[in-house]
C-alpha cells in the first residue's frame, strides 16, 4: 500500500518526530508508514486523514493487481 503521508508532512514542514507527537504516535511509527514498511490501524489512518483535512482514500493508495479483478 503506497501512502501520501510524507508529502502531506513535508508540505506543511513538519518533522516525523512533530507528527508523531501531534498523533500520539513515535517518530518510529511514522517513518514506518511513509516508507511503507507499517499499515497503519483503521483509527490512526483516520487521525492521520483528520489531522491533514484529506480522506483515508486520499491518503493511502492500494496497490491493485489484476488479480483483484477476480
Same mark, same amino acid.
Given at each position: 500500500m503506497r501512502n501520501s503521508v510524507?508529502?502531506?508532512r513535508s508540505s506543511r514542514g513538519l518533522s !516525523?518526530? !512533530?507528527l508523531g507527537t501531534a498523533l500520539?504516535?513515535?517518530r518510529q511509527t511514522i517513518n514506518a508508514i511513509e516508507t511503507?514498511?507499517?499499515t497503519p490501524s483503521l483509527p490512526l489512518a483516520i487521525?492521520?486523514?483528520k489531522f491533514?483535512?484529506?480522506?483515508?482514500?486520499?491518503m493511502?493508495?492500494?496497490d491493485e493487481s489484476p488479480a483483484d479483478d477476480q
Open positions: 510524507r508529502e502531506l !516525523q518526530g !512533530q500520539g504516535v513515535s511503507g514498511r507499517y487521525s492521520m486523514a491533514f483535512k484529506v480522506s483515508v482514500e486520499e493511502f493508495h492500494v
